[in-house]
């Protein structure tokens, strides 16, 4: 099976390639993220930033605030706005965290690990 994952946001304008596995995945649970995503978990891709092929588009960067008060940089379709990728302070600009969720086949990526579990809903 190849190891290179596609994925674009929901109206076709931006699609990207990760060429390569990521770092590992992750599953948070903290409240920024149920918010951010409305959900109960965000799963994200950390992966090398050189390894995020843009195949199509140009994702917009929107400075969003962040746990660590710092700031995240979350990189969205300039159309729909959808999120597909974040850069944190912590690792810069050279790894970024890619959501799983905007890949064409997330089946693909289950979680590695689960962090902030202290917050996770109860069900
Ligand atoms: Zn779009
Ligand atoms: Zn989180």
């Given at each position: 099976m190849s190891?290179?994952?596609?994925?674009?946001?929901?109206?076709?304008?931006v699609r990207y390639r990760m060429s390569g596995p990521p770092l590992f995945v992750h599953c948070?649970?903290?409240r920024w993220c149920q918010?951010?995503?409305g959900s109960a978990f965000v799963l994200n891709a950390m992966i090398e930033a050189d390894r995020v092929v843009l195949l199509k588009g140009a994702p917009e960067v929107i400075l969003t605030p962040s746990a660590s008060g710092k700031?995240?940089?979350?990189?969205?379709?300039?159309?729909c706005s959808i999120a597909l990728w974040s850069t944190?302070?912590?690792?810069g600009d050279a790894v970024r965290f890619v959501r799983v969720g905007?890949?064409?086949e997330p089946d693909r990526l289950p979680?590695?690990?689960?962090?902030?579990?202290?917050s996770k809903q109860p069900w």
């Amino acid at each position: 099976m190849s190891e290179e994952l596609d994925g674009g946001c929901t109206c076709g304008e931006v699609r990207y390639r990760m060429s390569g596995p990521p770092l590992f995945v992750h599953c948070c649970h903290c409240r920024w993220c149920q918010r951010e995503t409305g959900s109960a978990f965000v799963l994200n891709a950390m992966i090398e930033a050189d390894r995020v092929v843009l195949l199509k588009g140009a994702p917009e960067v929107i400075l969003t605030p962040s746990a660590s008060g710092k700031g995240q940089k979350i990189s969205r379709c300039p159309a729909c706005s959808i999120a597909l990728w974040s850069t944190y302070s912590g690792a810069g600009d050279a790894v970024r965290f890619v959501r799983v969720g905007t890949l064409d086949e997330p089946d693909r990526l289950p979680p590695d690990i689960h962090i902030f579990t202290m917050s996770k809903q109860p069900w």
